[in-house]
């Protein structure tokens, strides 16, 4: 039986253990890293694999974490140098007074620096989960720095009603303890979770220790509630048509985010050519739902854009 899609974590006892593959992931050695951007604010990034070979960026969604791509990074890692970061706001990364997608998009450079994902001669591919697809569609757009090719993951663009309604979120709570917290998460937009041994992991890295203005302890949601509401994106749609890198789009097939006519928009304003790919059984948050198809499309991806890079067997 699936899970309430609203409450995944709702019984934390009743949880299947991770299969061998998730905690070999989770094993891999990775470099911390924290880099200063020039207003001061900090950024928290891990890297994996060896500085000189091919760069991969991994962006993640609204008001999610670095720990989204951690568990697949290391798939990657014995053939690229890879990097995953939290955007401003949220996970670990420093709030900010205002939030927009250039800004998301000097993050996302300065950490690929910091981790010498631009060191090969080959630029970097980009890969990025719905909201994080803005910044990778600005930058491509922008032209300011090459980049080899852009991977768009279940990413939903504004202007095309798709029925999705986002709830009014009126702030953080204080929880008494991490279970608390955690019987509080939620995916959104809300969809069912057969994987919750992932979102376990992805709850417990999106809390943190906290006060109440009465000096209460306990525990609550790491990101800016401020970036609940979205981010402002109106040249969204221009600039994902002036992209000049390739670019593959893939989906969820029961994503209702990117079903209809916005891929049908998306796949129209891209270069004719630009692959799409469906993963079965999957829905908007596609590495909950399908994490290993989602590694095995994007190494068919990598292995077309990388010369002499075969896909992993």
Not at 39 to 47: F, K, L, P, S, T
Not at 147 to 173: C, F, T, W
Request: glycine letters at 10%; aromatic letters at 8%; hydrophobic letters at 50%.
């Amino acid at each position: 039986m699936i899970p309430d899609p609203l409450l995944p974590l709702q019984q934390l006892d009743d949880i299947p253990a991770p299969p061998a593959w998730f905690a070999a992931a989770l094993d891999t050695p990775y470099e911390p890293l924290e880099v200063t951007m020039p207003d001061g604010r900090r950024v928290e990034a891990r890297a994996w694999g060896q500085v000189g070979a091919p760069g991969l960026v991994l962006l993640h969604g609204n008001a999610a974490h670095l720990g989204w791509w951690a568990f697949l990074a290391p798939f990657f890692a014995d053939r690229f140098r890879v990097a995953a970061f939290s955007l401003g706001g949220m996970g670990g990364s420093e709030w900010r007074d205002d939030y927009s997608v250039p800004r998301f998009s000097e993050e996302m450079w300065a950490v690929a620096d910091a981790a010498g994902v631009t060191a090969h001669a080959l630029p970097p591919i980009l890969a990025a989960h719905s909201m994080g697809g803005l910044p990778v569609i600005h930058a491509s757009a922008k032209i300011e720095r090459p980049i080899r090719a852009a991977v768009l993951i279940d990413v939903g663009l504004p202007g095309v009603d798709n029925g999705i309604a986002i709830p009014e979120y009126k702030g953080h709570r204080l929880y008494p303890s991490v279970e608390a917290a955690l019987g509080r998460f939620r995916l959104a937009p809300p969809q069912p979770c057969a994987n919750r041994w992932i979102a376990e992991y992805l709850g417990r890295m999106a809390v943190c220790p906290a006060h109440d203005a009465a000096g209460n302890a306990g525990w609550t949601w790491r990101f800016d509630p401020r970036l609940w509401g979205g981010v402002q994106a109106d040249d969204v749609w221009r600039e994902l048509a002036a992209m000049r890198c390739p670019v593959a789009l893939i989906r969820g097939a029961n994503s209702p985010l990117t079903g209809g006519e916005m891929i049908s928009r998306m796949a129209t304003a891209l270069p004719t050519g630009s692959p799409l790919i469906e993963i079965a059984d999957a829905n908007h948050h596609v590495m909950i739902d399908q994490p290993l198809a989602l590694v095995a499309a994007l190494d068919a991806l990598f292995a077309g854009w990388v010369p002499g890079l075969d896909p992993k067997s």
